[in-house]
Each structure stands twice: as C-alpha cells, then as structure tokens.
C-alpha cells in the first residue's frame, strides 16, 4: 500500500510541474517524475496508475517535440486501460 501512496504522490507532484511547465516551457522536470512514477510503479505492481502516468508522460514528450515517445505512451496507456479512460487517450494519440 505504501508503494501506490507513493506512486500517487508522483502522480501529483508531477502534475503540478507539468502545469508550471507548460507555462515556462520546462517539460524535462515532469518528465522525470513521471518516469520515476512508472519505473516504481512497475516494480512494484501497481498497475493502477500506469495508464494516467503513461498518458501524462506522453504529454511531455509531445510537448518537447519527442513524437515517437509520445505515441509509444499513449498506445501504453490505451492498452493498459478499461473501455472508459481510452477516449482520452485515444484523443491525444490522434493528435
């Protein structure tokens, strides 16, 4: 349980830093600690999360102009997602 609080608390974190990032154009640092969330995440089995950070990570990259790596994260979270959460994902892979 402590390794989802963590991975949630990332979550968060990371979030913030993107918000600041798309204002300052500084997405290295978001990306980071989505990496981070996802590395954690996958060691420790806490899948639930996965999708979202995929998905957030996948912003990044496309914010920094990386097109490659953000599709790869966006089919990730697409695959590891239920039928609701897709349409998001879906929509940014379109993009």
């Given at each position: 349980m402590d390794d989802l609080k963590e991975i949630k608390t990332m979550?968060?974190?990371?979030?913030?830093v993107l918000d600041k990032a798309i204002?300052?154009?500084?997405?290295?640092?978001?990306?980071?600690?989505?990496?981070k969330?996802?590395?954690?995440?996958?060691s420790s089995n806490q899948?639930?999360?996965?999708?979202?950070?995929?998905?957030l990570r996948g912003q990044c990259y496309f914010?920094?102009?990386?097109?490659e790596q953000a599709e790869k994260d966006f089919q990730e979270a697409i695959l590891m997602s239920d039928d609701?959460?897709?349409l998001l994902f879906y929509s940014s892979l379109g993009k």
């Open positions: 979550m968060t974190e990371g979030k913030i204002i300052n154009h500084d997405f290295e640092e978001a990306l980071n600690i989505f990496t969330a996802i590395n954690k995440s996958n899948t639930s999360q996965t999708n979202q950070l995929h998905h914010k920094l102009k990386q097109f609701k959460s897709k």
